[in-house]
Every structure is written in C-alpha cells, then in structure tokens.
Nanobody, 123 residues
Framework: QVQLAESGGGLVQAGGSLRLSCAASGLIFSSYRMSWFRQAPGKEREFVGI????????SVADSVKGRFTISRDNAKNTMYLQMNSLKPEDTAVYYC????????????????WGQGTQVTVSS
C-alpha cells in the first residue's frame, strides 16, 4: 500500500536546524509532485513548499523563504525539508503530501498524506 512516512522532527531551540525526511513506498515516486504542509495548534493546515517532479524546481511559502529548502531523491524515494534559523512560530506538525500531475496545490487535491512529524521550537 502507499505510505508516506515523515521523520526527523523533534525539539530544538530557536535558531537551530532540523532536517525532515519523507520516505515514500508503494508508488512511483517520480510521478508525483512532493510537498510539505504544516499545522500548528488552532491554525489551519498551511502549505510550506513543493518540489516538482523534475527535482530542480521548488516553491516555498513566504513565511519560510530563505530558511527552508526542499529537495528530493527519486532514487531513494525520499523528499527532504531542511529547516534553518527555526523560530517558535515554526512549531507545528509537519506533513508530507503527494500530488498527482496537473492538480491544484491545495489540501483537497492531495493524493496521499503522511501521518506527520512534530517540530517544536523553544524560545
């Protein structure tokens, strides 16, 4: 069955770094646009960024530009989110999500979700 498994979350101090991984199985990884969303307590689930199928084009939310970087390794069926200069407001559950081609990049169009990994940034 299709599974997206996030890992790498944890507790860090403000200004620190974390690297999240999303390991996919049960699908042709290169056929999907891979993305990250996050959801903080009491907040809407929000788009963080996406890595397109080519592996070279990315788009990230304004709130994380200059701090977060997305990459993917199709050979390993894994997507990464490198998070630097973390802030307390980055605290959230981070979700891996896969989009099929030509869909809108909205939560309702996600083909597969991971279960999420907790990132907590202390001040």
């Amino acid at each position: 069955q299709v599974q997206l498994a996030e890992s790498g979350g944890g507790l860090v101090q403000a200004g620190g770094s974390l690297r999240l991984s999303c390991a996919a199985s049960g699908l042709i990884f290169s056929s999907y646009r891979m993305s990250w969303f996050r959801q903080a307590p009491g907040k809407e689930r929000e788009f963080v960024g996406i890595m397109y199928r080519s592996g070279g084009l990315t788009s990230v939310a304004d709130s994380v530009k200059g701090r977060f970087t997305i990459s993917r390794d199709n050979a390993k069926n894994t997507m990464y989110l490198q998070m630097n200069s973390l802030k307390p407001e980055d605290t959230a559950v981070y979700y891996c999500a896969a989009f099929r081609p030509w869909t809108s990049l909205t939560p309702d169009q996600v083909a597969y979700w991971g279960q999420g990994t907790q990132v907590t940034v202390s001040s």
